[in-house]
């Protein structure tokens, strides 16, 4: 079964950039596509982007466009995401997934990224 | 983009019926998912495509999907299913889930 393993929770300033890792274990790492899902306090699940594991191939999510950078290291089972000019309201709960057919059946424990100065 | 809209929150006496609805144009024509989430915790699959269930999920919970709204029944509430509930559909346009706002579930 897949397991998804996140990097500890962050704390940024404004305008700062933040790298959150995702590293996959018990299932071959190529052939997903990882999903970054956020969660802002009191908010609901808000898609970012996905990364394919196989390829590198990234699908962002409009409203993230020119601020979120994917990629993976297939050697180390891991895929990254890095989202720069952190604003307040980018403080968020950050989770990584891998979808099955439509579905997001495995999730990492979730990254907490604080913005605050 | 497509919108699925939960009511903000729903509550329930314990052993009753809770029910979940998401709202979409013509979602009954979609495959709907839905999620629990528990405090600081990650979301957790209760219903796919409609109405299957994981084998880990009781048969307490169910689902439904036609014309505009899809519906998430919980039978024979408990205190532990307090949580919030999720609908996610796939937007083949875009490539990518599509959550719910979400709907908090207070057992009283």
């Known amino acids: 079964q897949l397991q998804l393993v996140q990097s500890g929770a962050e704390v940024k300033k404004p305008g700062a950039s933040v790298k959150v890792s995702c590293k996959a274990s018990g299932y071959p790492f190529p052939g997903h596509h990882i999903h970054w899902v956020r969660q802002a306090p009191g908010q609901g699940l808000e898609f970012v982007g996905w990364?394919?594991?196989?390829?590198?191939?990234?699908n962002y999510a409009q409203q993230f466009q020119g601020r979120v950078t994917m990629t993976r290291d297939t050697t180390l089972s891991t895929t990254y995401m890095e989202l720069s000019r952190l604003r307040s309201d980018d403080t968020a709960l950050y989770f990584c997934?891998?979808?099955?057919?439509?579905?997001?059946?495995?999730w990492g424990q979730g990254t907490l990224v604080t913005v605050s100065s | 983009s497509y919108v699925l809209t939960q009511p903000p929150s729903v509550s329930v006496a314990p052993g009753q019926t809770a029910t979940i609805t998401c709202g979409g144009n013509n979602i009954g024509s979609k495959s709907v998912h839905w999620y629990q989430q528990k405090p600081g915790q990650a979301p957790v699959l209760v219903v796919y495509d409609d109405s299957d269930r994981p084998s880990r999920i009781p048969e307490r919970f169910s689902g439904s999907n036609s014309g505009n709204t899809a519906t998430l029944a919980i039978n024979k509430v408990e205190a532990g299913d307090e949580a919030d509930y999720s609908c996610?559909?796939?937007?083949?346009?875009?490539?990518?889930?599509?959550f719910g706002g979400g709907t908090k579930l207070t057992v009283l």
């Open positions: 997934a891998s979808v099955v057919g439509t579905t997001y059946d495995y």
């Open positions: 990364i394919s594991s196989n390829t590198g191939g990234t």
């Open positions: 996610q559909v796939w937007d083949p346009s875009s490539d990518h889930g599509v």
